[in-house]
Protein backbone atom coordinates (compact mmCIF):
# COMPACT_ATOMS: atom_id res chain seq x y z
CA UNK A 1 0.00 0.00 0.00
CA UNK A 2 1.36 3.19 -1.11
CA UNK A 3 0.60 5.71 1.36
CA UNK A 4 2.41 8.92 -0.58
CA UNK A 5 1.58 8.92 -4.30
CA UNK A 6 2.84 11.84 -7.19
CA UNK A 7 0.81 10.18 -10.09
CA UNK A 8 3.10 12.54 -12.94
CA UNK A 9 6.05 10.95 -13.38
CA UNK A 10 7.65 13.91 -15.41
CA UNK A 11 6.36 17.63 -16.19
CA UNK A 12 7.81 20.23 -18.64
CA UNK A 13 7.25 24.07 -18.55
CA UNK A 14 8.56 27.32 -20.09
CA UNK A 15 10.47 29.17 -18.19
CA UNK A 16 8.81 31.86 -16.42
CA UNK A 17 5.57 30.05 -16.19
CA UNK A 18 3.94 28.08 -13.16
CA UNK A 19 4.76 24.56 -12.05
CA UNK A 20 2.71 22.83 -10.22
CA UNK A 21 3.40 19.68 -9.21
CA UNK A 22 1.02 16.92 -7.11
CA UNK A 23 1.19 14.69 -4.20
CA UNK A 24 -2.08 12.66 -2.75
CA UNK A 25 -1.19 10.75 0.48
CA UNK A 26 -4.20 8.01 2.26
CA UNK A 27 -3.13 8.26 6.27
CA UNK A 28 -4.75 11.19 7.93
CA UNK A 29 -2.33 10.71 10.56
CA UNK A 30 0.90 12.77 8.70
CA UNK A 31 1.65 15.50 10.99
CA UNK A 32 4.19 17.41 8.35
CA UNK A 33 4.33 17.01 4.54
CA UNK A 34 7.86 17.69 2.93
CA UNK A 35 9.18 18.81 -0.66
CA UNK A 36 12.34 17.87 -1.49
CA UNK A 37 14.55 18.81 -5.02
CA UNK A 38 16.57 16.23 -6.45
CA UNK A 39 19.73 16.93 -8.80
CA UNK A 40 21.48 13.96 -10.50
CA UNK A 41 24.25 12.60 -8.56
CA UNK A 42 23.28 14.14 -5.56
CA UNK A 43 21.39 13.56 -2.60
CA UNK A 44 17.55 15.36 -2.40
CA UNK A 45 17.85 18.23 -0.08
CA UNK A 46 14.71 20.13 1.45
CA UNK A 47 12.63 22.51 -0.15
CA UNK A 48 9.89 23.28 1.92
CA UNK A 49 7.33 21.99 4.28
CA UNK A 50 3.88 22.63 5.69
CA UNK A 51 2.66 21.29 9.26
CA UNK A 52 -0.94 19.16 8.92
CA UNK A 53 -2.83 22.19 10.37
CA UNK A 54 -1.73 24.51 7.95
CA UNK A 55 -3.10 25.28 4.34
CA UNK A 56 -0.75 27.12 2.81
CA UNK A 57 3.07 28.09 3.32
CA UNK A 58 4.95 30.29 1.10
CA UNK A 59 8.75 30.55 0.83
CA UNK A 60 10.25 32.61 -1.79
CA UNK A 61 8.96 31.23 -5.22
CA UNK A 62 7.61 28.24 -4.10
CA UNK A 63 4.42 27.45 -1.85
CA UNK A 64 2.85 24.49 -0.77
CA UNK A 65 -0.90 24.12 -0.77
CA UNK A 66 -2.92 21.05 1.82
CA UNK A 67 -5.99 19.94 1.15
CA UNK A 68 -6.51 17.92 4.14
CA UNK A 69 -10.30 16.71 2.78
CA UNK A 70 -8.85 15.40 -0.88
CA UNK A 71 -5.87 14.09 1.13
CA UNK A 72 -3.50 15.93 -1.43
CA UNK A 73 -0.86 18.65 -1.20
CA UNK A 74 0.57 20.59 -4.22
CA UNK A 75 3.88 22.27 -4.53
CA UNK A 76 3.66 25.75 -7.03
CA UNK A 77 6.79 27.12 -8.54
CA UNK A 78 6.40 30.88 -9.60
CA UNK A 79 8.07 31.79 -11.74
CA UNK A 80 9.77 28.54 -12.77
CA UNK A 81 13.42 28.96 -13.96
CA UNK A 82 15.71 26.64 -15.63
CA UNK A 83 17.72 25.72 -12.71
CA UNK A 84 14.38 24.55 -11.39
CA UNK A 85 14.76 21.61 -13.36
CA UNK A 86 15.11 18.36 -11.25
CA UNK A 87 13.60 15.04 -9.37
CA UNK A 88 11.07 16.76 -6.89
CA UNK A 89 9.86 14.05 -4.12
CA UNK A 90 7.00 14.58 -1.99
CA UNK A 91 7.23 13.06 1.56
CA UNK A 92 4.72 12.93 4.57
CA UNK A 93 6.36 12.17 8.20
CA UNK A 94 4.40 10.95 11.30
CA UNK A 95 5.86 12.18 14.39
CA UNK A 96 5.74 8.87 16.35
CA UNK A 97 7.01 7.30 12.92
CA UNK A 98 8.90 7.83 10.13
CA UNK A 99 9.45 9.44 7.03
CA UNK A 100 7.48 8.13 3.41
CA UNK A 101 8.13 9.53 0.03
CA UNK A 102 6.47 9.59 -3.42
CA UNK A 103 8.03 8.09 -6.29
CA UNK A 104 9.03 11.60 -7.13
CA UNK A 105 8.41 13.88 -10.74
CA UNK A 106 10.70 14.92 -13.44
CA UNK A 107 10.71 18.71 -13.59
CA UNK A 108 12.19 20.07 -17.11
CA UNK A 109 12.14 24.04 -17.14
CA UNK A 110 12.43 24.76 -20.88
CA UNK A 111 14.67 28.17 -21.47
CA UNK B 1 32.00 18.07 7.86
CA UNK B 2 28.58 19.61 8.91
CA UNK B 3 26.44 16.86 6.87
CA UNK B 4 25.81 13.20 6.10
CA UNK B 5 28.93 11.37 5.13
CA UNK B 6 28.29 8.46 3.12
CA UNK B 7 31.19 5.80 1.81
CA UNK B 8 32.46 4.82 -0.51
CA UNK B 9 30.88 7.12 -2.96
CA UNK B 10 31.23 4.18 -5.50
CA UNK B 11 31.43 0.50 -5.64
CA UNK B 12 31.80 -2.15 -8.42
CA UNK B 13 31.74 -5.58 -7.55
CA UNK B 14 31.03 -8.56 -8.43
CA UNK B 15 27.78 -10.59 -8.74
CA UNK B 16 28.15 -13.12 -5.35
CA UNK B 17 30.37 -10.36 -3.26
CA UNK B 18 29.77 -9.03 0.43
CA UNK B 19 29.64 -5.08 0.36
CA UNK B 20 29.36 -3.13 3.07
CA UNK B 21 28.23 0.51 2.77
CA UNK B 22 28.43 3.27 5.60
CA UNK B 23 26.96 6.01 6.92
CA UNK B 24 28.20 9.18 9.48
CA UNK B 25 25.09 10.98 10.35
CA UNK B 26 25.13 14.69 11.57
CA UNK B 27 26.09 14.85 15.01
CA UNK B 28 23.11 14.93 17.41
CA UNK B 29 20.70 13.43 15.25
CA UNK B 30 18.81 10.49 16.59
CA UNK B 31 16.79 9.21 13.62
CA UNK B 32 18.94 6.96 10.37
CA UNK B 33 17.17 6.35 7.14
CA UNK B 34 18.15 4.04 4.36
CA UNK B 35 16.98 4.31 1.14
CA UNK B 36 17.80 3.17 -2.30
CA UNK B 37 16.77 4.59 -5.89
CA UNK B 38 17.32 1.74 -8.44
CA UNK B 39 17.65 3.81 -12.20
CA UNK B 40 14.20 5.76 -13.30
CA UNK B 41 12.75 4.73 -10.21
CA UNK B 42 11.61 6.46 -6.43
CA UNK B 43 12.61 6.55 -3.28
CA UNK B 44 12.75 2.86 -1.90
CA UNK B 45 12.70 3.03 1.85
CA UNK B 46 14.98 0.05 3.36
CA UNK B 47 15.93 0.56 7.04
CA UNK B 48 14.94 3.07 9.81
CA UNK B 49 16.42 3.31 13.08
CA UNK B 50 15.35 6.05 15.55
CA UNK B 51 17.32 6.09 19.13
CA UNK B 52 17.80 3.29 20.91
CA UNK B 53 14.63 1.54 19.50
CA UNK B 54 14.51 -1.33 17.74
CA UNK B 55 14.73 -0.82 13.85
CA UNK B 56 12.19 -1.03 11.30
CA UNK B 57 13.56 -3.24 9.23
CA UNK B 58 10.14 -3.45 6.93
CA UNK B 59 11.68 -2.36 3.55
CA UNK B 60 14.73 -4.63 3.53
CA UNK B 61 13.85 -6.98 0.14
CA UNK B 62 15.54 -10.09 1.61
CA UNK B 63 18.06 -11.35 4.36
CA UNK B 64 20.82 -10.41 2.02
CA UNK B 65 20.27 -7.10 3.65
CA UNK B 66 21.24 -5.79 6.57
CA UNK B 67 22.35 -2.85 8.78
CA UNK B 68 23.63 -1.87 11.97
CA UNK B 69 23.73 1.12 13.92
CA UNK B 70 26.44 1.07 16.54
CA UNK B 71 26.44 3.61 19.44
CA UNK B 72 23.54 5.81 17.83
CA UNK B 73 25.58 7.26 15.43
CA UNK B 74 27.39 5.82 12.24
CA UNK B 75 25.40 2.69 10.38
CA UNK B 76 26.86 0.22 8.34
CA UNK B 77 24.20 -1.30 5.26
CA UNK B 78 25.44 -5.14 4.27
CA UNK B 79 24.40 -6.86 1.42
CA UNK B 80 25.34 -10.26 0.90
CA UNK B 81 25.81 -11.97 -1.98
CA UNK B 82 25.51 -9.35 -4.27
CA UNK B 83 22.97 -9.84 -7.10
CA UNK B 84 22.50 -7.71 -10.36
CA UNK B 85 19.36 -6.14 -9.13
CA UNK B 86 21.52 -4.68 -6.13
CA UNK B 87 22.27 -2.25 -8.43
CA UNK B 88 21.35 1.53 -7.37
CA UNK B 89 22.50 4.72 -5.43
CA UNK B 90 21.78 3.87 -1.49
CA UNK B 91 20.91 7.00 -0.06
CA UNK B 92 21.35 7.37 3.65
CA UNK B 93 19.45 10.37 5.41
CA UNK B 94 19.55 11.40 9.44
CA UNK B 95 16.81 13.91 11.32
CA UNK B 96 16.43 14.97 14.64
CA UNK B 97 13.72 12.57 15.24
CA UNK B 98 10.76 12.38 16.84
CA UNK B 99 10.38 15.77 18.06
CA UNK B 100 10.93 17.75 14.60
CA UNK B 101 8.93 18.67 11.43
CA UNK B 102 10.31 15.49 9.82
CA UNK B 103 13.27 17.26 7.60
CA UNK B 104 15.64 14.91 6.74
CA UNK B 105 19.45 15.61 5.79
CA UNK B 106 20.57 13.14 2.57
CA UNK B 107 23.97 12.14 2.14
CA UNK B 108 25.76 11.94 -1.54
CA UNK B 109 24.88 8.53 -2.02
CA UNK B 110 26.84 5.19 -2.65
CA UNK B 111 26.43 3.75 -6.11
CA UNK B 112 26.62 0.64 -6.40
CA UNK B 113 27.09 -1.55 -9.11
CA UNK B 114 26.73 -5.33 -9.65
CA UNK B 115 28.59 -7.17 -12.53
Redesign the interface.
Known amino acids: DQQVKQNSPSLSVQEGRISILNCDYTNSMFDYFLWYKKYPAEGPTFLISISSIKDKNEDGRFTVFLNKSAKHLSLHIVPSQPGDSAVYFCAAFIRSGKSTFGDGTTLTVKP | GAG?SQSPSNKVTEKGKDVELRCDPISGHT?L?W?RQSLG???E?LI?F?GNSAP?KSGLPSDRFSAERTGGSVSTLTIQRTQQEDSAVY?C?S?LG??N?????????SRLTVL
Open positions: VAYYQGLFYQDLASQSTGELFFGEG
